[in-house]
Each structure stands twice: as structure tokens, then as C-alpha cells.
């Protein structure tokens, strides 16, 4: 695919038409067209988003000297529109558009169409991953692609798991944020295995306060004085010490990536090994193979350590991929975006992106 | 540039200051002495008796550039303002030689005030912990985007933004522009003076002046091959340019 695609009349036609059935199949389903501008303001994805997303987002400046930026998705967009209009929940809004990504290896596509589905304010959790998920794959297959595999993972079975362990809170918040990080979160239990993380700060509280008065002018640079001293207090108390088997058995956890059934009999073996129970969690995730089944959907993989490849992903996530391998569509659960958007309480939501001109090239490939 | 009819070994060397003066010297010490050319303005140089190699003087921050443009088959700056410029280096430019002078750390400083944070581990604590209370990604003040990315990518950390800066940036924490900065220091005394500390393990690139070599753009014809095989035998650095021939 070019960086910078020119599509002829047949191009354009075919892609139109694909949208055109895309869209149908979700206006059918309760998913209403949006269409956020192609230029948006870049504090929205800059602010919020972090670096990654930021170093593939195109940047410019008007002629009035303010920061605006090319959609990277729309995802982030509609959710922002979510949060200042206040919709009814739950709110379910479909999309189709080009959006614009830098990609620093590769020199693939700067831009793309993206057809997608997003479902906010859904309480019952279970039922919106089904909802997302069924919806993704009858859209390929609308589209006339029938011959796909999945992948899917779960970054909320990780957090059961590390909310299990004995550990100080911010620890395991730490290792919740670098699990999808190659290596990382096995050097951090090998380093709580080892109970080589001790504080350099003194216990008492009296004397965090006083080292801090000692620090004279040095700013507290964006943080209150309340926010140093807490965590320095939490920082000084914690007692690091994990047992081997489990830090052991975690790490092996992290490895598994298997046709599902075999993936769900070895994360239970390495859970019986750490005594551990995440049964809640399994049960979820065997129900959406249940339900992917039932769809017909049997080529299922389980990778425990995908779902990180936009930044905003919570729990469960999904990619279908062609018979090439090519990824079609990806989706998944980002339960914390809408607040980091300014939301005043939590707003649940899952949606899912489809690649529609791989999606096109795959069908006519096939025929 | 437009190229004479036989093809000269262009070399940058730093135009001003402490680096052109150390420069000057580690090549006298090698027996290769420094020519200003007559009403260049101070534009060019050359090496007395080596009629085949130009010398071409620019800040240092350009060199970096005109290496990676190819403009120039050879060119002495800091490895810091090389690996900002081309954050992959494979393919683009060979290091052949750090030169002992202009040495700088590139390095990731909090404020003092922050008592809770010593390691990188630690800010990335402190990262996630203000995205969530004050809804805004922690800003990191930086000449050294490329560098603070790569650098804050391989600790895995993720919730923050860069926020150019263009001088001064060791101020930003106190003003109240950035809360965390990357910047270079030789001694740490800016930093000290501003009420900062660099974090234990926040050294992201020990930087000192480096001779380098284009690999990509520069013309590396016969003449420009002999000019360099015989300026580096001259300086000692025979392996250097074997494993420099080995790259072009």
C-alpha cells in the first residue's frame, strides 16, 4: 500500500461500496455514522495520549500559530465528543474515514481508511466484549471475507493476577502498566524475587518532611508537597519479597501464546503451580471462545501478552488477521479513556477498527 | 556543493570555540597541522600538505546534518547531536573514533524536591501517578527529543510529552514550563544550581566528540577512498578505516 494512495475509479468504487455494506450492517446493529473533522487539535491527542501515539501523529501549525494534527484514529475524537455531549448510555456510534499514521519503520501508509464501531456506557461488561466482537466478525464477512483467524488476549486477567499477589499498591500498578513490555516485568519480579528493592528514605514521617524542608528552593515542579510526601511514605514502608514459584510461574504466564484450548490447560497448570485462583477471569475469556464458536469463528489464539499496540487498551482485545496473516481488524476494551478525556466518572467502552483497504484487497485476493 | 572534476575528502570540523581549538590540537598532536584559508571568512580550512582533503568549518550542529545530507565525507561534533540527528545510526553513519575532548553527559533530572524519585523506575511511577491525579501527561523539557524518546521507550515509560526547548531548558522546572528535564551537563553545577538531580540511573549517552563518517549520500569514489586511507594512516587509524571500507 503507498504512502500516498491515489485510488482510481474502480479504487475508490469498490472501496464506497465495502464502506457502504459496512455501515449498513452497523446502522442495523444501533451504530449511528459520526464524523469528527479530519483536523483536530493537537493538545487532544498529545496531552492524553502519550508519546507513542504522538510520534506517529502528523503536526502542524495554522497561520494563527495553534497546534492542530491529522486524526491518528478516530477513536480518541469520538470519544472526546462522548464526553462534552453526554450522550445516553449506552451510546453506540460507527465510523468510516481516512486517518493518518506515521509509521517509523517501514515507511508504511501515512494514510488509510478505517471503518469502526464504538460502544460506550454499556455496564454489563461480558455483554458489550460479545457485542464488539460478533460485530467485527459479521462485518468481515458482510464484506466478503470469510476465511479469518483470531487472536485475542486479556489485560484484565493480568491485573486479576497481580491484584492476587502480596504486594505494595504501587508495585503492582507497575507491573500491570509493563506487562505487554518484552522482559520488563520479568526483570521486575526477579528483582522483588530477590528483595534487592530497598528504600533509601527514612521510615518516620517526620523525618521524610524534614528532608524535604531540607531540599531549600528546589521546585516541586507539578506536584504538591502532599503528593511527594505520601508516596515517599509509601516508597519507605514497603517490604518487597515474592515467592520464586510465583514470580517464576508469572513469567511463564506472560510466555503463552497457544491455539486456546491448549493456552487456557497451561495458564491453569502455571496458576494451580502459584496458587493463585482467576477463575472469574478464565471464565470470561472462555466465554467469548464460547461465543466465537457458536459464530463459527474456530481458528482462536491466545496470546497473554498481546493487546498493547495502541496505548489505551484495559482488557480484552482482539485482532482478526487473513489466512496471510495480514491484520484486518482490531479491537478491544479502554474502560480508562473517556476519563482521561475529562469524563467525571468512569465510562465503560469497547469498539473495534477495521482496516477496510486490506479488508478489500484480502476479499479480491481470495476471489 | 558542486564537486571539482577530481573529488576531494571534504571533513567539518567545529568553527568556533573550545571544540575547534581542541580539534586543532588532537589533529597537531597526530603531525596534521591546521591551515585557515586565506578570505574564506573563515569558511574553510585545510590540512598543510594534504591538497586532496578540504576542510570545511560549521557549527556543530550542522555537521551533524551535513554528514547525514552527505555533504561532507567526514565531520568532527559531539556523539550527542549525532545520535539526536539520526536516532538510527546503521547505514547512515560510521563512528570511527571518540577523540577525548568535548565530553557531556546527556541526562534525565528531576528536582530535588522530589525525595521519592532516585531511578527511572521511580518516575515512571511518578508518570502514571500524574496522568491519573491531574488528567495531563507529565512534560519533559529537551533540546533531545529523539534521544529522551528512545530513552524513556526502553524503561518503558509511556505517560509523559516532550516539550521542545530551546535553551535555558535546566530553568523550565522552576518556571513552571516542565516538570522533569533532559539536558546535557559536564560537571552537574546547572543543574545543582537549579535544584535539580540527575536520577541513578538517568545517564543516557556519554557524550564526547566523535569522528565520524557519511555512509549514505557522500560521493566515496577512489579519490575520496585514497584522501581517507591516507589521512587515517596518518592519524593511527588503520583498522578504523578498514572497518569504514567495509561499510561503503
Redesign the interface.
Known amino acids: 500500500m503507498s504512502s500516498f494512495p491515489y485510488y482510481g475509479p474502480a479504487d475508490i468504487d469498490a472501496l464506497n461500496a465495502q464502506a457502504v455494506t459496512l455501515l449498513k450492517l452497523f446502522k442495523a446493529k444501533g451504530y449511528d455514522r459520526q464524523e469528527p473533522s479530519v483536523l483536530q487539535p493537537a493538545a487532544l491527542f498529545?496531552?492524553?495520549s502519550?508519546?507513542?501515539i504522538?510520534?506517529r501523529t502528523f503536526t502542524l501549525t495554522d497561520p494563527s500559530g495553534s497546534d492542530l494534527a491529522l486524526r491518528p484514529d478516530l477513536t480518541i475524537p469520538i470519544a472526546k465528543r462522548v464526553v462534552e455531549s453526554e450522550p445516553h448510555f449506552p451510546a453506540r456510534i460507527s465510523y468510516n474515514g481516512p486517518v493518518f499514521r506515521h509509521e517509523s519503520k517501514g515507511g508504511k501508509p501515512v494514510q488509510f481508511f478505517q471503518a469502526g464501531v464504538e460502544l460506550f456506557g454499556e455496564p454489563d461488561k461480558a455483554k458489550g466484549d460479545a457485542e464488539i466482537l460478533t460485530l467485527a466478525v459479521e462485518a468481515l464477512r458482510a464484506a466478503g471475507c470469510t476465511d479469518f483467524t483470531i487472536r485475542m488476549g486479556d489485560l484484565g486477567l493480568f491485573g486479576a493476577l497481580v491484584d492476587a499477589l502480596q504486594l505494595p499498591a504501587?508495585w503492582r500498578?507497575?507491573l500491570k502498566?509493563?506487562f505487554w513490555?518484552a522482559g520488563?516485568v520479568e526483570t521486575l519480579l526477579d528483582r522483588i524475587g530477590h528483595g534487592d528493592e530497598t528504600s533509601?528514605?527514612p521510615q518516620d514521617e517526620k523525618d521524610?518532611a524534614a528532608?524535604?524542608e531540607a531540599?531549600?528552593?528546589?521546585?516541586?515542579?507539578?506536584?504538591t508537597r502532599a503528593?511527594?510526601i505520601t508516596?515517599?511514605r509509601a516508597?519507605a514502608a514497603e517490604v518487597l519479597k515474592l515467592d520464586g514459584n510465583v514470580a517464576g510461574a508469572i513469567t511463564r504466564l506472560l510466555d503463552i501464546s497457544a491455539p486456546i484450548a491448549q493456552a487456557l490447560t497451561d495458564i491453569r497448570a502455571l496458576l494451580k503451580t502459584a496458587g493463585i485462583n482467576l477463575d472469574a477471569g478464565l471464565a470470561a475469556v472462555e466465554a467469548r471462545v464460547a461465543l466465537l464458536q457458536k459464530l463459527g469463528v474456530d481458528r482462536i489464539e491466545f496470546n497473554a501478552h498481546f493487546g498493547r499496540s495502541m496505548?489505551y487498551y484495559t482488557g480484552f482485545v482482539f485482532e482478526l488477521r487473513s489466512k496471510d496473516g495480514v491484520e484486518l481488524a482490531g479491537g478491544g476494551r479502554y474502560d480508562n479513556l473517556l476519563?482521561?478525556l475529562?469524563a467525571f466518572a468512569p465510562v465503560t467502552a469497547v469498539g473495534c477498527a477495521i482496516h477496510t483497504e486490506r479488508l478489500l484487497a484480502t476479499v479480491k485476493g481470495a476471489a | 556543493m558542486s564537486k571539482p572534476k577530481e573529488t576531494k575528502l571534504v571533513i567539518a570540523i567545529p568553527s568556533k570555540g573550545r571544540l575547534k581549538e581542541a580539534c586543532g590540537e588532537w589533529f597537531a598532536a597526530r603531525g596534521v597541522v591546521l591551515e585557515q584559508e586565506a578570505g574564506s571568512r573563515g569558511y574553510r580550512a585545510r590540512f598543510a600538505g594534504m591538497p586532496q582533503i578540504e576542510v570545511m568549518l560549521l557549527s556543530a550542529s550542522e555537521i551533524a546534518n551535513a554528514l547525514l545530507a552527505g555533504d561532507v565525507h567526514l565531520g568532527i561534533t559531539g556523539e550527542d547531536l549525532l545520535r539526536e540527528a539520526a536516532p538510527e545510526l546503521e547505514g547512515r553513519l560510521y563512528l570511527a573514533a571518540p577523540m577525548g575532548f568535548g565530553f557531556a553527559d546527556v541526562v534525565v533530572a528531576?528536582?530535588?524536591?522530589?525525595?521519592?524519585v532516585?531511578t527511572m523506575?521511580?518516575l515512571?511511577?511518578?508518570c502514571?501517578?500524574?496522568?491519573a491525579?491531574?488528567?495531563?501527561?507529565?512534560?519533559v523539557a529537551t533540546k533531545y527529543a529523539e534521544l529522551t524518546?528512545g530513552w524513556?521507550?526502553r524503561n518503558?515509560i509511556?505517560?509523559?510529552?516532550?516539550v521542545p526547548s530551546a535553551g535555558a531548558t535546566e530553568g523550565a522546572?522552576?518556571a513552571?514550563t516542565a516538570?522533569?528535564i533532559v539536558d546535557i551537563t559536564t560537571t552537574g553545577a546547572t543543574l545543582r544550581d537549579n535544584?535539580?538531580k540527575i536520577l541513578d540511573d538517568g545517564v543516557i549517552l556519554k557524550s564526547q566528540a566523535t569522528l565520524a563518517a557519511s555512509l549514505r549520500g557522500a560521493v566515496w569514489d577512489e579519490d575520496a577512498r585514497a584522501a581517507c586511507k591516507a589521512l587515517f594512516a596518518t592519524l593511527g587509524l588503520e583498522a578504523e578505516f578498514k572497518a569504514l571500507s567495509a561499510l561503503l
Open positions: 498529545l496531552d492524553r502519550g508519546e507513542e504522538r510520534r504501587h500498578s507497575r502498566r509493563h513490555r520488563y533509601r528514605l521524610i528532608l524535604l531540599q531549600g528552593d528546589a521546585p516541586l515542579a507539578g506536584r503528593e511527594v508516596r515517599a516508597e496505548e476519563e482521561l475529562g | 528531576v528536582s530535588r524536591a522530589w525525595i521519592d532516585s523506575a521511580d515512571d511511577d511518578v502514571a501517578a500524574f496522568a491525579t491531574h488528567k495531563k501527561r507529565l512534560r524518546r524513556f521507550a518503558g509511556a505517560d509523559y510529552r516532550i522546572p522552576a513552571g516538570e522533569v535544584g535539580l
